[in-house]
């Protein structure tokens, strides 16, 4: 286990839904991360949160909203999804947020499909 | 614009065999770390070589890093089944006021018993 726990593991959802993501790490890190990972492409950077505050947004859909409650806790909240959002939703930690100075700690991942 | 460029993308050697993969990457980093995935799993780290080094070891895995030629790549010696997985290297680079992680589409490596 790396410390990092996401669920659900599996969500399917309608187009018109409202789902959220779950992320929670036991590592005292100060900076968590959602990544996208879609087949044949790079894992995509969505947002950075470092202690507490939002610090990047990758151009991201505001169909994706997060939430980060405190640095332990970390949300991905979904509403009116496209079929092309279905992908692998990672959460990662790093102990300060330096960005590509530090070793990311990974969740299992919330396998999502949009109908 | 991609960064880590994974080569070959798919990779099949016998058990016992080395693997060796490759990564190139087109402007300068600060440093270049390499990531497993297992089927369905999250990604976990590996190794991280800075700028600065050229060659870094770890167990079976050794890491190369030629920053003349933008490319690093990923050696795992005597393989082993539970080997089988894909592999990601992900550079380290400084612009718009931040550093970022940018991530390659990853290799996969299938080792057979």
């Known amino acids: 286990e790396t410390g990092v726990t996401q669920t659900p593991r599996h969500l399917v959802m309608g187009m018109t839904n409202k789902k959220s993501l779950k992320c929670e790490q036991h590592?005292?890190?100060?900076?968590m991360y959602w990544y996208k990972q879609s087949a044949k492409k790079p894992l995509e950077l969505m947002f950075v949160y470092s202690l507490e505050e939002r610090v990047e947004n990758n151009s991201v859909p505001s169909r994706f909203s997060p939430e980060c409650p405190n640095s332990s806790h970390l949300f991905l909240h979904l509403h009116t999804l496209q079929p092309e959002d279905s992908a692998l939703y990672l959460c990662a930690s790093s102990q300060d947020g330096q960005g590509g100075n530090e070793k990311l700690f990974f969740g299992s991942g919330t396998q999502l499909s949009v109908l | 614009s991609q960064q880590g460029e994974e080569d070959p993308q798919a990779l099949s050697i016998q058990e016992g065999e080395n693997a060796t993969m490759n990564c190139s990457y087109k402007t300068s980093i600060n440093n270049l770390q390499w990531y497993r995935q297992n089927s369905g799993r999250g990604l976990v780290h590996l190794i991280l070589i800075r700028s600065n080094e050229r060659e870094k070891h770890s167990g079976r895995l050794r890491v190369t890093l030629d920053t003349s030629k933008k490319s690093s790549s990923l050696l795992i010696t005597a393989s082993r089944a539970a080997d089988t997985a894909s592999y990601f290297c992900?550079?380290?680079?400084?612009?718009?006021?931040?550093?970022?992680?940018?991530f390659g589409k990853g290799m996969k490596l299938t080792v057979n018993p």
């Open positions: 590592l005292g890190h100060n900076a």
């Open positions: 992900a550079a380290a680079l400084y612009g718009g006021g931040s550093e970022k992680l940018v």
